[in-house]
């Protein structure tokens, strides 16, 4: 049985807006500044490499209509744990909990924090300075206390208190951080087409061939750059009138996240031509700024950077206590993870072992390793996901669904094709980095088959 903590609930006190600024904060983060060269190198043909994050907004749409169904048939904190236990049984479950915990929310909170002390370090000289103040030399995982790794820790801590304080105070922040990073994103976009800095004869220039494979591996990272828009569904339990606002927070934050990644990426080529961004190093945003803002852009863009990269530290912090959460209430977690403090209502215990757990990967280095090991399995949850639609509808089909996902059966069934397509072809083309992941996934077997014994005495 679960944890006696599990009878305490979340309050319904978020409206659509406020779940559709988490998705945006969520998903706009640091990988739209370092994703796009990887997929132009790929992909070195502008129109199919614009067709790709076409393809991609699509792909997303396609999944977040699936999950809004899920969320409103099961309006549950959780998100995907909530639909693959349904679907699948507790293990499948489980398994996306795991690595949700293990590297998908701490593992970006930890790299993105890392990355916004770089930022900071324009500002602040020697804040990203490595040199260590102390080693704690655990075997095979050393944890190295420096002034990066302080920086970033506190910016992790800072934020989830906030989160830690309430519903209310983690709802302005999101939303304060969310208007902040578009409306700077936006005005960069503007003034890139405005300025004259560019050209749309770039957008003719070929840098060479494309093939099926390189493309669909291309895809596996917009996908990933696209990941964060189902974060609405990790809160439904939190929402209020979720039949109805789950999908229009859906639709919205994808939306509005699809728009902006078009822009950004068109004004990428308008700048460059696609060979030119193939061979950017480092945050292709910083190198596009230089060349339409001048010597200015340095702290223009530092600045932006800042602010995309701790608006989605936040979202993630917000997002990913719900999953632990939902697990410990089902007795699969530890079970302290189901409290709910009594004054703040919030899953504090889960929001403060998520911060100890991305403190640890900020001191030991390995949040890059971890993220881009468990990568394809984004995709993968996701694909298995939206496959549940299918199950559900099979195994329940009198149940009642304040929502249908737009397009049944074939928008799921496409995002389910190309996920699974997506997948096979990581497993084939980088068959160490997914073996890597499915070890990741599978050390987490052990302890469901111990939370297992647990519950059930």
Same mark, same amino acid.
């Given at each position: 049985?679960?944890?006696?903590?599990?009878?305490s609930?979340l309050e319904?006190r978020?409206?659509p807006?406020?779940?559709a600024?988490?998705?945006?904060?969520?998903?706009i983060?640091?990988g739209?500044?370092?994703?796009?060269p990887?997929? /132009?190198a790929g992909?070195?043909?502008?129109?199919?490499f614009l067709?790709?994050? =076409?393809a991609g907004?699509?792909?997303?749409?396609?999944?977040?209509?699936?999950?809004?169904?899920?969320?409103?048939l099961?309006?549950?904190?959780?998100g995907?744990?909530?639909?693959?236990r349904?679907?699948?049984?507790q293990?499948?479950?489980?398994?996306t909990?795991w690595v !949700?915990?293990v590297?998908?929310?701490a593992g970006?909170i930890?790299?993105q !924090?890392i990355?916004?002390?770089?930022?900071? $370090?324009r @500002?602040f000289?020697?804040?990203?300075n490595?040199?260590? @103040?102390?080693?704690?030399?655990?075997?095979y995982?050393?944890l190295?206390i420096?002034?990066?790794? #302080?920086?970033a820790i506190?910016a992790?801590v800072a #934020?989830?208190?906030?989160?830690?304080?309430?519903?209310?105070?983690?709802r302005?922040l999101? +939303? @304060? %951080?969310?208007?902040?990073k578009?409306s700077? *994103?936006l005005?960069f976009?503007?003034?890139?087409f405005?300025?004259?800095?560019?050209?749309?004869?770039?957008m003719?220039q070929v840098a060479?061939?494309?093939?099926?494979s390189?493309?669909?591996?291309?895809?596996l990272?917009?996908?990933f750059t696209?990941?964060?828009?189902?974060?609405a569904s990790y809160m439904?339990?939190?929402i209020r009138d979720?039949?109805? +606002?789950?999908?229009?927070? *859906?639709? *919205?934050?994808?939306? /509005?996240?699809? =728009?902006?990644?078009?822009?950004? +990426?068109?004004?990428?080529l308008?700048?460059m031509?696609?060979?030119e961004l193939?061979?950017v190093?480092?945050?292709?945003? $910083?190198?596009?700024?230089d060349?339409v803002?001048g010597s200015a852009a340095g702290?223009?863009?530092g600045?932006?950077?800042i602010?995309?990269? *701790?608006? !989605?530290v !936040?979202a993630n912090i917000?997002?990913g206590?719900r999953v632990?959460?939902?697990?410990a209430r089902d007795? =699969?977690?530890l079970?302290a993870a189901?409290?709910?403090?009594?004054s703040?209502r919030?899953p504090?215990?889960?929001?403060i072992?998520?911060?100890i757990?991305?403190?640890i990967?900020?001191?030991?280095g390995?949040a $890059?390793? %971890?993220?881009t090991?468990t990568?394809?399995a984004v995709? #993968?949850?996701?694909?298995i996901?939206?496959? /549940?639609v @299918?199950? %559900?509808r099979?195994?329940e089909?009198?149940?009642?669904?304040p929502?249908?996902?737009?397009?049944?059966p074939?928008t799921?069934?496409?995002?389910v094709?190309v996920?699974t397509a997506?997948?096979l072809?990581?497993?084939?083309?980088?068959?160490?980095?997914t %073996?890597a992941g499915?070890?990741v996934?599978?050390?987490g077997?052990p302890?469901? #088959?111990y939370f297992?014994?647990?519950?059930?005495?």
């Amino acid at each position: 049985m679960a944890s006696s903590a599990a009878s305490s609930t979340l309050e319904r006190r978020l409206g659509p807006l406020d779940a559709a600024a988490i998705i945006v904060s969520n998903v706009i983060g640091g990988g739209i500044l370092f994703t796009p060269p990887l997929i /132009a190198a790929g992909v070195p043909n502008p129109w199919l490499f614009l067709g790709i994050w =076409v393809a991609g907004g699509i792909l997303a749409f396609c999944g977040a209509s699936a999950y809004a169904e899920l969320a409103a048939l099961r309006p549950r904190a959780g998100g995907e744990y909530v639909y693959l236990r349904a679907a699948y049984g507790q293990l499948a479950g489980f398994l996306t909990g795991w690595v !949700s915990f293990v590297a998908g929310f701490a593992g970006a909170i930890a790299a993105q !924090s890392i990355v916004m002390v770089f930022y900071l $370090d324009r @500002f602040f000289p020697g804040a990203a300075n490595h040199t260590p @103040f102390l080693v704690i030399p655990l075997p095979y995982f050393p944890l190295t206390i420096s002034r990066r790794t #302080l920086l970033a820790i506190t910016a992790v801590v800072a #934020l989830s208190y906030v989160h830690y304080r309430g519903v209310g105070p983690g709802r302005l922040l999101v +939303n @304060f %951080l969310a208007v902040l990073k578009v409306s700077a *994103l936006l005005i960069f976009i503007a003034a890139g087409f405005s300025l004259g800095a560019g050209s749309a004869a770039n957008m003719q220039q070929v840098a060479g061939p494309v093939t099926g494979s390189s493309w669909l591996l291309a895809l596996l990272a917009v996908m990933f750059t696209y990941s964060g828009w189902n974060a609405a569904s990790y809160m439904a339990e939190e929402i209020r009138d979720p039949g109805r +606002n789950v999908p229009k927070a *859906l639709a *919205l934050g994808t939306g /509005a996240v699809i =728009v902006v990644y078009l822009l950004l +990426n068109t004004l990428y080529l308008y700048v460059m031509p696609v060979g030119e961004l193939a061979q950017v190093q480092g945050s292709v945003l $910083d190198v596009v700024a230089d060349k339409v803002l001048g010597s200015a852009a340095g702290n223009i863009m530092g600045v932006v950077s800042i602010i995309s990269l *701790l608006a !989605s530290v !936040s979202a993630n912090i917000f997002a990913g206590p719900r999953v632990y959460y939902a697990m410990a209430r089902d007795g =699969v977690f530890l079970p302290a993870a189901a409290r709910i403090h009594p004054s703040y209502r919030t899953p504090s215990t889960a929001i403060i072992a998520q911060a100890i757990w991305a403190s640890i990967l900020i001191m030991s280095g390995s949040a $890059d390793t %971890l993220t881009t090991y468990t990568g394809f399995a984004v995709t #993968l949850f996701a694909t298995i996901a939206v496959a /549940a639609v @299918f199950v %559900l509808r099979s195994r329940e089909p009198t149940a009642e669904r304040p929502y249908s996902a737009w397009g049944y059966p074939f928008t799921p069934a496409l995002f389910v094709a190309v996920g699974t397509a997506t997948v096979l072809n990581a497993v084939y083309t980088a068959p160490y980095t997914t %073996l890597a992941g499915l070890a990741v996934m599978a050390a987490g077997i052990p302890l469901y #088959l111990y939370f297992g014994r647990q519950s059930s005495n």
